[in-house]
Nanobody, 124 residues
Framework: QVQLVESGGGFVQAGGSLRLSCAAS????????MGWFRQAPGKEREFVTA????????RYVDSVKGRFTISRDNAKNTIYLQMNSLKPEDTAVYYC?????????????????WGQGTQVTVSS
């Protein structure tokens, strides 16, 4: 099992940047595919991005392509989400997710391990 703790959320004006971190513990981090999801008030949880175990493969939802970058440091058991050119519609609670076996990277139900979430608020 792996435990996940997110950090780095906050309040930012539109056009600004934030970097989220997700620190993992409890198991061999490099065995886990990692993802970021978000949920805005009154909306369904949404896939944002995911990264392969070795960090060479990534996926992004179309709405964040070119603005967000996911990365991982297996030596530090941490993944990052660099968010640039933030928009008010990016406002949500962002969750880190992990699993050793993920069939569909964008499917939240394929991930068994989740962090507690970190709030990102973007003002217009």
């Amino acid at each position: 099992q792996v435990q996940l703790v997110e950090s780095g959320g906050g309040f930012v004006q539109a056009g600004g940047s934030l970097r989220l971190s997700c620190a993992a513990s409890g198991d061999t981090f490099g065995n886990y595919l990692m993802g970021w999801f978000r949920q805005a008030p009154g909306k369904e949880r949404e896939f944002v991005t995911a990264i392969s175990r070795g960090g060479t493969g990534t996926r992004y939802v179309d709405s964040v392509k070119g603005r967000f970058t996911i990365s991982r440091d297996n030596a530090k058991n941490t993944i990052y989400l660099q968010m640039n050119s933030l928009k008010p519609e990016d406002t949500a609670v962002y969750y880190c997710a992990a699993d050793r076996y993920v069939t569909v990277w964008s499917k939240g139900d394929d991930y068994n391990y989740w962090g507690q979430g970190t709030q990102v608020t973007v003002s217009s």
